[in-house]
């Protein structure tokens, strides 16, 4: 039986709780760990990021995390999964999401990360605005704006 | 009629000036009319309703979803999370 653990945090993320939580079954030889971390960027007209605002839509949030983690389970074989998201104000240099995933052998556990990171960046119902040095606030745009409906 | 409750999150709160609103609809409306529905309401959402989902308590749903009474709808423009 597959073990998955979602969440939404308003501090830091206990980042060793969420690897122990997919660790501890000799038979899975394949744990990745995926940490998103605030980049520290610049803008020309308002200067260095201050920090992300993230918010989330709570309730559909924490069942699409859910969601994507069973699908992890039956997609990949997954094992074991845990993902943990920040909400609130997030600084360059700390992280603001944590996928963990423990599966039989490494190339499904890389597998499964990836898929998961990329997925959580379409489907979750989270967002974040960028907040610069000189007050200057706007929400972040995605790469793909255009959203389909899959499956 | 049916009054369909509707959120709005991350940009869309901005763009609708408010944090929700309530649609009155026929029994059995499509998504796609809440959606006409919200675009003449609020222009500034009407030009980026192509890029939004819509969701029906929480999940998504396609735009020939019926709505009916104790839905709870959520325009969900382009997530940003990660």
Redesign the interface.
């Known amino acids: 039986m597959a073990e998955v653990w979602v969440d939404l945090l308003s501090g830091p993320i206990p980042i060793s709780r969420v690897r122990e939580f997919v660790g501890g079954d000799p038979a899975l030889g394949g744990i990745v760990v995926f940490e998103g971390v605030t980049r520290a960027e610049a803008d020309p007209q308002h200067g260095a990021l201050q920090r992300l605002d993230y918010e989330a839509y709570d309730a559909m949030a924490r069942g699409r995390l859910e969601g994507i983690a069973k699908q992890a389970v039956d997609r990949f074989g997954a094992k074991r999964v845990a993902i943990v998201h920040r909400l609130g104000s997030v600084r360059p240099g700390e992280t603001s999401v944590v996928i963990a995933v423990a599966c039989g052998h490494r190339a499904e556990a890389f597998d499964a990360c990836r898929w998961l990171i990329d997925t959580l960046k379409r489907d979750v119902p989270i967002w974040k605005k960028d907040v610069f040095e000189d007050g200057f606030v706007r929400w972040v745009e995605p790469d793909n704006a255009h959203c389909p409906l899959d499956e | 009629m049916i009054a369909i409750p509707v959120?709005f999150?991350?940009?869309s709160k901005?763009w609708a000036g408010q944090e929700s609103v309530a649609v009155e609809l026929a029994d059995g409306a499509a998504v796609a009319q809440l959606r006409a529905v919200l675009g003449e309401r609020f222009p500034k959402l009407a030009e980026r309703m192509?890029?939004?989902?819509l969701?029906v308590n929480?999940?998504?749903?396609?735009d020939d979803r019926r709505l009916h009474g104790g839905d709870r709808a959520?325009l969900?423009?382009?997530?940003?999370?990660?």
């Open positions: 959120l999150f991350g940009p901005d192509p890029t939004m989902r969701a929480e999940e998504f749903v396609p959520a969900i423009p382009p997530v940003s999370g990660g």
